[in-house]
Structure formats: C-alpha cells, structure tokens
C-alpha cells in the first residue's frame, strides 16, 4: 500500500514511495537535493505509465477501436485532473512539452498581435524559459523587452515594477517562485497592479505547482504555464492554462493532425480550446503520468507539503548560516524551499563535486538564469531544493560535506 493511502504525513513512509531514494551513488545513501531541477518518481506513476504501456495503449482521438477508445477516455480524465488541481476548467489546459513550450507557445500564438514598439515586462530574477521566447517575440515584431528590478534580499521592487507598467506593455511574465533564489513573489499583487493598468499575465509556474496550492480563478491571471516532471511527474509533458477568452483569440501555431475541423487543399478550419494548440500525436503516456503524479500530491496533500517543506528551509538555513565563509543568495521574506549559496575561494563546481562523492545531489552553476547570477554579484551559486520526501537528517549529511568541502580547501 501506497504510504499517502495511510493516515498523516509520515516522511519516511513517502520515501519508501520512491524506488530511487534508496539508491546508494559511491556507495554513500543517495541524499537527493535537486528537486527544482526535477523531482523524482513515486511508485504510483512509475506503475501507471509502464500499466498504460502493457494494458492500455493507443493512439488518442482517432481510433474506433475498443483500446483507443479507453485511451481516449484515459486521457481525458488526466485533462480534468489538471484542472481540478489548478481550478481550471479543462476547456482552459493545453498540454504542452513542459513550462518551457507552453511559454514558447504563448509567444508563437499569442504574440502575433504585437507592434512594433510594444513592451513586454518580465523581471530580472526570470528563468531563460522566461526571458528568452520574449526576445526572440520583440525581435521579430520590433518590440522592447523590460526588466523590472529585484532589491538584494531577491524581492521584486513592486514600486519600480509598476511604474514599468505603461500603455505599450502588452505582456507581464514573470515567475511564481525564483528557482535560484527561492523568493515567492506576490503574484496576486503583481496580476492586481498588471490588471489595473489592463495588461494580461503570465505566470510561469515551474516551481510553484509541485510546492503551493494554484487556483488561477483567484489568481485571475491569464495565463499559467508548469512542466509535470518537477511535480513528480514524467518528462516531456507539461500543462499550459490560458484563460477561455485567451484561447479564442489565439491563432494556431503549429498545424498537423487532431488540431484541425477540415482540411482541403484550399483552406483548413481549426478547432476551438486546447485542441486547436496540441498537433500531432500527444505525450499520451506523459498525460497520464501526469496525472497520477496529481492524484498522488492530492493525497498527501499541498498543505502538508508546504508545513514539511518550511520546516526544511528554516532548518536549512539556519544549520548552513553557521558555516564560516558560506553566503545564502536571496535572503527574501517569503520563500520555497530552495537555498542557493556559495563558499567563500570555493569555484561552486568544486563544492558539487565534493558533495557528490558523499552522495549528495545538489545543483551548481548559472541554473539557467544568468542575467540574475550578474544582479546578485555572483558567476554561480549551489543551489539545494528540498521536495516533501526530504527530511531534516539529509539537511545535516548537507552540512557534514561542506564541513568536508572546508578542509579540503582550507
Ligand atoms: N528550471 C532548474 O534547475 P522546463 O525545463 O521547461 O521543465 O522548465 C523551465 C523552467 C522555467 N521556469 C522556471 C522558473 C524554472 O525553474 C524552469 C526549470 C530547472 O532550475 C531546470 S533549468
């Protein structure tokens, strides 16, 4: 039985969850700190994918026979369990490759009705995901691209980003939380004050999904974008939620199979809702992946997680502030549990690799946001994110190896 079927929140029961937790890399116990890279895999969707393979499989919205036809209904279950997870309604999910390709496909679609000197505001603690699909947008359409300001602590400047906020900003894009810094930015201020000035927003969502409760009604935002494989999900599938009223107005932007009413040589009509943006044959065996990996964070449940996973950080964060000559970067108020730092004459490439032969996982390097690595002064940071299957004692293996990264280089 699945730990999460059994009352309370139990960590080291959800560990026995993930086959790959007792993994021992060196010979040491695997202590997996990577999770806003990606996260790993409960039994549950491992189950459900390799199930669906040998039982279930076909094609979707296109075969009469009796397996498509279950596929089919399999597969849209798994849209209604996006929706439900994000109270949405399934009308208003696209499945897309991951966060990635959901904001690709916003700028490819979406963006086609941007003029030349219109702005597109983002932040300066984005992600590549998030900065570069806007500059490639602004310099096919002559557009500018805006950078609102964070202070040191990692926080948003609110003041300085809405005074961004003009008449020629058609776009606010900007994160639920930093995956470097760990900041949750105010994201119901920030769609309020985008709002008020009548600008619509995208939220990219990549970390926030696997760690808070999403409800875009009361978010009101227009878009949302999440990859599953940080939400112990697969790879290579992720959720784009766009407002109905979005979707009506957004022309395809790839054409194939499934997305279209007719075909003739003449013209094509398309279909209307998600349908018109997924061409080709889906990531059928990652929506149903998906899926599960909801349906599994559902039982444990997103408040839990989020008691568990604060805990972690403040644990974290006080055990690696005692450690002579380590910085935290991003010192916000309100943060999820990511810690990124560095050691004082230590190149962070050199800490990872230390920490690796104890068996520790953890990221080192730009974390693919290298115009912030250059606001907060650094080339690279470490960079430890916990999930809800870490536990307190990881935290101290942590600390014992930077305690070994030390005297290595003392
Ligand atoms: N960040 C990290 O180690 P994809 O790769 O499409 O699933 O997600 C892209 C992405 C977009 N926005 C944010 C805030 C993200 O953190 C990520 C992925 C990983 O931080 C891999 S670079």
């Known amino acids: 039985m699945s730990a999460v079927t059994r009352a309370g929140f139990d960590v080291m029961r959800i560990r026995e969850d993930f086959p790959i937790l007792s ?94 000197d219109d702005e597109i505001l983002i932040t300066e603690m984005e992600h590549h995901s998030n900065i570069v699909p806007w500059q490639l947008l602004c310099e096919e359409r002559g557009a500018h691209l805006q950078v609102a300001p964070i202070t040191r602590a990692g926080e948003l400047d609110l003041d300085a980003f809405d005074a961004m906020i003009s008449e020629r900003t058609k776009l606010v894009s900007v994160a639920h939380i930093s995956n470097v810094l760990g900041t ?20 990219d969502g990549a970390q926030s999904a696997p760690h808070m409760a999403i409800d875009v009604q009361t978010l009101d935002c227009e878009f949302y974008a999440f990859s599953g494989h940080k939400l112990f999900g697969p790879t290579g599938i992720g959720v784009l939620y766009a407002k109905r009223a979005m979707l009506e107005e957004m022309p395809p932007y790839q054409g194939g199979g499934d997305m279209i009413v007719s075909v003739s040589f003449d013209k ?58 380590l910085k935290i970067v991003g010192n916000a108020k309100r943060k999820a549990s990511v810690i990124s730092f560095v050691v004082e004459g230590v190149h962070p490439h050199d800490v990872g690799t230390v920490l690796d032969r104890e068996g520790i996982a953890v990221r080192a390097g730009h974390h693919c946001a290298q115009p912030l690595m250059r606001v907060m002064g650094v080339p690279a940071t470490l960079r430890a994110s916990f999930a809800f299957y870490n536990t307190k004692g990881e935290i101290d293996v942590l600390v014992g190896g930077l305690d070994k990264v030390r005297e290595l280089f003392s």
């Open 268 to 325: 094509s009509t398309y279909k209307s809702g998600p349908g018109r943006f997924e061409a080709g044959t889906p990531n059928i065996a990652g929506v149903v992946g998906l899926g599960e990996a909801i349906r599994y964070v559902d039982k444990i449940g997103l408040d839990q997680i989020g008691e568990h996973e604060n805990q972690l950080l403040q644990y974290a964060t006080k055990k690696l502030s005692l450690i002579p000559g």
């Open 184 to 203: 949750i930015n105010p994201i119901r201020e920030i769609i309020r004050l985008a709002h008020a000035k009548s600008v619509p927003v995208l939220v």
């Open 23 to 116: 993994q021992v890399p060196y010979g040491k116990p695997l202590v997996y700190l990577d999770n806003a890279a990606t996260a790993q895999k409960p039994r549950a969707v491992i189950d459900a994918t390799s199930r669906f393979y040998a039982e279930e499989y076909a094609n979707v919205n296109r075969g009469v026979h009796y397996l498509s036809e279950q596929a089919t209904v399999i597969y849209d279950q798994a849209r209604e369990t996006v929706a439900r997870f994000i109270n949405a309604d399934a009308e208003e999910i696209i499945f897309t490759r991951g966060t990635t390709d959901a904001i690709n496909l916003v700028a490819a679609s979406w963006g086609k009705r941007i003029r030349p």
